[in-house]
């Protein structure tokens, strides 16, 4: 059987302060001798480039593929984002670095998303992404609802009031479910 290698995608958090961190611990990313593709978005790039200097960047560039992802793989993410309630917490650079990696899903037998935000872990695993972190590290999926006080119905975090009646009163609902 022919194992495909290994891919990560980045975050912004990882590149800045934890790249070298996370390649050279072997208890982070198990090492089972397969070689390992680096990536990440565009758009975490150009964040970097704003926050580390140029030296840091060129050095930590030869080693990562840069691609964006597709308009499919966005729509996949932002739905399971909405599904969960946490659009609104996700930046279009967190949604670039999950796309992405649906986009490279087929072409690797394990895809790991590396990244320090809550929200962005959440909906990577709640696709099924191995989650890589050197700081926290979620161990629920999280779900966020809404549930009208007027009549009852319980809709998306992440619309503004009551597709049914309109109202604006709501409690939250949190559900949690081991990963
Ligand atoms: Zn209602």
């Known amino acids: 059987m022919i194992r495909m290698p290994k891919a990560i995608v980045m975050d912004t958090s990882t590149l800045i302060r934890s790249l070298s961190t996370l390649l050279s611990d072997k208890t982070i ?12 978005t565009e758009s975490v790039i150009n964040e970097v480039k ?29 739905k399971e984002a909405e599904k969960l309630g946490v659009l609104g917490k996700l930046s279009k650079t967190d949604l670039d670095v999950i796309a992405l990696a649906v986009d490279i899903s087929n072409k690797y037998a394990s895809v790991y998303i590396a990244s320090e935000d809550f929200a962005l ?21 999280i779900s966020y609802n809404k549930k009208c006080k007027n009549c ?9 009031q009551c597709p049914a009646c309109s109202s604006k009163e709501f409690s939250l609902v949190v559900r949690r479910r081991k990963i």
Not at 121 to 141: E, T
Not at 152 to 160: P, R, T
């Open 29 to 40: 990313i198990p090492d089972n001798g397969e070689s390992i593709h680096l990536f990440t």
């Open 50 to 78: 704003n926050r580390s200097s140029k030296v840091a960047l060129q050095a930590m560039l030869s080693k990562i593929s840069i691609i964006s992802p597709s308009k499919p793989a966005l729509r996949i993410v932002e």
């Open 121 to 141: 872990q959440n909906v990577s695993a709640s696709l099924g992404f191995k989650i890589i972190a050197i700081g926290r590290k979620i161990r629920y999926l």
């Open 152 to 160: 009852g119905l319980e809709y998306s975090n992440d619309l503004e």
